[in-house]
């Protein structure tokens, strides 16, 4: 028998957890499912708001004085097709509170009722909603998220260069979600990844597109792996497990961000699957991802001081 290649604070889920969730036969049960992450009592500290586009997440700062704060808009993953930003309260708690930063996390609509540019545009509306709040400094704020979030967060930043209105301090992406090319790689099909393997990644990407994934005709803003020029990007961070099928497309984007002259910082961790920091939350894997993720947004937000204007809003 093989050694597993899991790290062994992983082994015994790794053992029980599917391969892929999405499956074109079971779409209507997600979205069910994900609806559920959406549902029971909000807790006190978080306040729901508008953007004018939808719903929005906000949580505050326990204790950070007056003034103007960094901010961070936290997309929720799902692959495109379910979830919600109530799954990443406790996540969005922790930023908040150590950043002293105002954390606002949207509702977006999801494929396949809604295909690209839907969920951009809700993305987007919340982030010159989250740019004009009198408690938010405009020159510090970060758009982050994971997987289909961080895929998300990617297209963002690439959308708000071209929009010129506002400048981020930085993009943090969690495993995230960049190339429906990824589908066209065969030798992925039978690796033993979990959560997330090339099948769920297929229906994924087909239903955000709202074309077969790995087309030529894929939009550059919907997929930022295709888009040509990464120059002008936010500084970066990208955290994956080396178990993940998102770990050699990520790797390929933070390489083609440096090269563009954007500043990019990455984290492989060994040993782990897609998800793996929501999954054994406080393994030493977990720890050293998370630190590596707070630390990049502290650089970016809170050591450099709202007496540095790198951003702006129209």
């Given at each position: 028998m093989s050694a597993s290649p899991f790290d062994p604070e992983y082994q015994s889920a790794a053992r029980f957890l599917?391969?892929?969730i999405a499956r074109s036969w079971n779409l209507p049960l997600l979205r069910v499912l994900g609806a559920l992450t959406g549902r029971g009592p909000d807790p006190e500290d978080v306040e729901i708001e508008d953007t004018g586009a939808g719903p929005v997440r906000v949580q505050r700062p326990a204790s950070s004085g007056d003034g103007p704060k960094p901010a961070v808009l936290w997309l929720h993953g799902g692959g495109f097709l379910m979830g919600s930003p109530k799954q990443d309260d406790a996540l969005c708690r922790r930023i908040a509170d150590e950043l002293g930063a105002v954390v606002a996390a949207p509702v977006y609509r999801l494929s396949?009722?809604?295909a690209f540019p839907a969920a951009l545009e809700d993305a987007y509306a919340a982030l010159t909603w989250l740019a004009k709040r009198d408690d938010v400094d405009a020159s510090r704020i970060a758009v982050a998220g994971a997987s289909a979030g961080g895929g998300l967060a990617a297209q963002l930043a690439l959308h708000a260069?071209?929009?010129?209105?506002?400048r981020l301090a930085a993009q943090i992406l969690v495993y995230p979600m960049l190339d429906d090319r990824t589908v066209l790689r065969t030798d992925l099909d039978e690796s033993g990844f979990r959560l997330w393997d090339n099948r769920s990644n297929r229906v994924?990407?087909?239903?955000?597109?709202?074309?077969?994934?790995?087309?030529?005709a894929a939009s550059e803003i919907a997929v930022p792996a295709r888009n040509e020029d990464l120059r002008g990007l936010p500084?970066?961070?990208i955290g994956v497990g080396a178990l993940d099928l998102f770990c050699d497309e990520d790797m390929a984007y933070a390489e083609r961000l440096r090269a563009a002259g954007v500043p990019c910082?990455?984290?492989v961790v060994d040993?782990?699957?897609h998800g793996f920091d929501g999954i054994v939350a406080d393994s030493a894997a977990t720890k050293r991802f998370r630190e590596s993720m707070f630390a990049a947004m502290k650089e970016a937000l809170v050591a450099s001081g709202s007496s540095e204007a790198n951003g702006s809003i129209a």
């Open positions: 599917p391969r892929g396949p009722k809604h260069r071209e929009q010129g209105e506002i994924g990407w087909s239903a955000y597109l709202g074309h077969e994934a790995g087309a030529a500084s970066t961070w910082e990455t984290i040993g782990v699957f």
